[in-house]
């Protein structure tokens, strides 16, 4: 049995990642705030809190454990609020915004990676990145470094791992674009927040954004098609 952990189910790509990963016939157990319309496997938990995450993904693999040939770990929850320019914008926001796109995550893997460090099959963690952790913009300083220290973290992770005697492979992957409610909050924003608002308006008025459907479907195919040790840990889903 494949087992993966996906977390943000409740919309967006997590949610179409849980439904389409169902569909294939594998286990899934998504994790999110609200519990979305005919939620399977799913647990109620909000990643700005973070005092029981190891504890819940220790459960998790010992509840799957026995019947698993892999696990796989999908951080795919997070949030671009705050959106404005730095000077602005709120500091409790920028905590809540680390605690999802970032330390959550670390916390998630660090648990996933000692709980099953012994476990003989395959091992895999999913972070999905951005372009913005790649590139400045504007209004998004939080976001960016959040998505920034993602992609270094797993850096860390698949350098080390490489040493491991039953390794866990890692890709840090960015989506693209993809018509979401993340980009109705961007498009809802103030220029003076985000100057590259007018840019944003055009991508979904021309119909340059990806669904969230297309999006889950490619990185699927890229999880069962791609050797993660081979592409490395940092990826673009629009290269494959």
């Not at 609200?34 to 399977?40: D, L």
């Not at 330390?103 to 460090?117: E, V």
Request: charged share 20%.
């Amino acid at each position: 049995m494949d087992v993966f952990i996906v977390t943000g189910t409740s919309k967006g790509i997590g949610f179409e990642l849980s439904r389409q990963l169902r569909v294939k016939g594998n286990k899934v157990i998504g994790i999110a705030r609200t519990v979305p319309t005919g939620a399977e496997d799913f647990v109620a938990a909000d990643l700005a809190q973070m005092e029981d995450l190891a504890e819940l993904m220790a459960s998790l693999i010992d509840e799957h454990r026995e019947a698993a040939t892999s696990f796989t770990l999908m951080n795919n929850a997070g949030m671009v609020d705050p959106i404005g320019l730095i000077g602005s914008v709120s500091a409790e926001e920028m905590t809540t915004a680390m605690a999802v796109n970032l330390t959550a995550p670390m916390i998630l893997s660090n648990a996933f990676i000692a709980k099953l460090q012994d476990f003989k099959g395959t091992k895999r963690i999913v972070n999905i990145s951005s372009g913005a952790g790649r590139n400045p913009y504007e209004g998004w300083g939080t976001y960016c470094a959040t998505k920034a220290g993602l992609d270094h973290f797993s850096r860390v992770v698949a350098l080390e791992q490489a040493n491991a005697a039953y390794p866990v492979e890692i890709v840090s992957i960015a989506p693209g674009i993809i018509d979401t409610g993340m980009q109705e909050t961007i498009r809802a924003s103030q220029e003076e927040a985000f100057p590259l608002l007018e840019r944003f308006i055009d991508y979904k008025e021309q119909g340059l954004l990806s669904s969230a459907e297309q999006t889950a479907e490619k990185l699927i195919l890229f999880m069962e098609k791609e050797d993660f040790q081979a592409v490395g840990p940092i990826v673009d889903i629009r290269n494959f």
